[in-house]
């Protein structure tokens, strides 16, 4: 079974290849996705982070969740020397985390209910698990130049991708080391990760990085990387090729 | 890491000042009877290099962060000293970047691929900020 819907202002899809799938299974994710949405969505004025944006919510009073996300960004924070940070002045945005997190813990909860293959797709930001009908998944990067377009296919099973870009709406990745920057020359970075969470982080700090972003996945045993610059040359990892389909 | 950055400089600087005299870079162990007047005849057996007396500047070689070029200084066939003559400017840059120097990462122009695929990644849309930006101009429009 397979759907697609528009939640936390993305689209999203959940195939599920397993014969045993009901609406229950999609219901289950989409409540929790709700949840994510109720307590990280800046654009919401209620959710438990515009709460602590605005001074209203104490350190002691932050859920688990909450806590768990700030810990997972301090990490993050130093295994790429600042480049991944959520506080951008004095406001803080975990959304670079808290989507591949998301997702990964939605696939916990249906592997948790029995299910061996199957896919999340959060806005371009995929796990895979399993098989589709004992073939790899085939996962296409999109064209930055043109949406219509895939410039490489993958062919993954039981891991994460992520991909950190420029949009036709303008630079949306902040440098914390250069706040006045906005991100030239690297227009697209692609990370897979043994998951979505690990690859989601990992590409959100390394594209903040500029050029020196593809080296920085380089360095990291599990995760390959491609990135594409302004004039459509593309650098990519070491041991990317065993990932091209 | 800047002491192995160096090293691999001062031997690219020689072989291109070797290459460039048309002398072969002698970066093995040789036989002293070999190879004529580059080689000072009372240096032991085995010696790793052997060199002339004299100042010798190298290439400015392209560091990836910077430029460095080094003067080596040949005294009784060995390096006696050596000066860097040109350094990347920002050190501090240079330790940040050095962490994440490494071989020469392959590339490759973007071919469009025409296989169906089952997924697609690329970056977000970020359309929520629109609809957020959106609703607050209509906002305003109401009467």
């Given at each position: 079974m397979k759907k697609t819907w528009l939640q936390m202002g993305m689209p999203i899809t959940l195939e599920i290849?397993?014969?045993?799938?009901?609406?229950n299974d999609f219901l289950l994710v989409k409540s929790y996705f709700s949840y994510i949405d109720k307590t990280f969505?800046?654009?919401?004025?209620?959710?438990e982070i515009s709460k602590i944006n605005s001074g209203k919510l104490n350190k002691e009073n932050y859920s688990s969740d909450m806590k768990k996300i700030f810990k997972i960004a301090e990490e993050t924070k130093k295994i790429t020397d600042g480049y991944?940070?959520?506080?951008k002045n004095s406001f803080l945005d975990p959304s670079g985390i808290v989507k591949g997190w998301a997702i990964y813990n939605a696939s916990k909860i249906l592997k948790k209910r029995g299910f061996k293959n199957f896919y999340i797709d959060i806005g371009g930001d995929i796990e895979v698990v399993g098989k589709n009908n004992s073939k790899k998944w085939k996962i296409g990067i999109r064209n930055p130049f043109n949406r219509?377009?895939?410039?490489k296919i993958l062919s993954l099973s039981n891991n994460g991708v992520a991909t950190s870009g420029t949009s036709i709406r303008g630079q949306h990745i902040y440098n914390p080391h250069q706040p006045e920057s906005t991100i030239k020359d690297v227009i697209s970075l692609t990370v897979i990760g043994p998951n979505i969470y690990e690859a989601d982080r990992f590409a959100t700090a390394a594209f903040a990085m500029g050029k020196s972003g593809i080296n920085f996945i380089e360095k990291f045993e599990g995760f390959e990387g491609y990135m594409i610059d302004s004039n459509g040359i593309a650098t990519f990892t070491s041991n990317f090729g065993k990932f091209v389909d | 890491m800047k002491k192995i950055l160096l090293s691999t400089f001062i031997i690219i600087s020689f072989v291109l000042y070797s290459i460039i005299h048309n002398?072969?870079?002698?970066?093995l162990p040789s036989n002293?009877?070999?190879?004529?007047?580059?080689?000072?005849?009372n240096m032991p057996q085995g010696s790793m290099m052997t060199y002339k007396d004299g100042v010798y500047t190298g290439d400015s070689a392209d560091a990836y962060y910077g430029i460095v070029q080094v003067k080596a200084i040949i005294t009784g066939g060995k390096i006696s000293d050596i000066v860097f003559?040109?350094?990347?400017?920002?050190l501090g840059h240079t330790n940040e970047v050095t962490q994440y120097a490494t071989p020469i990462l392959k590339q490759e122009a973007i071919q469009v691929q025409s296989t169906h695929v089952d997924i697609v990644s690329g970056a977000t849309d970020t359309s929520q900020a629109f609809i957020q930006s959106l609703s607050s101009a209509l906002k305003q429009a109401q009467i």
């Open positions: 290849v397993d014969k045993n799938s009901s609406e969505s800046t654009y919401k004025k209620n959710s991944f940070d959520i506080r219509g377009e895939n410039i | 002398k072969p870079a002698n970066i002293p009877s070999v190879g004529g007047s580059m080689m000072n005849n003559l040109q350094v990347p400017s920002d």
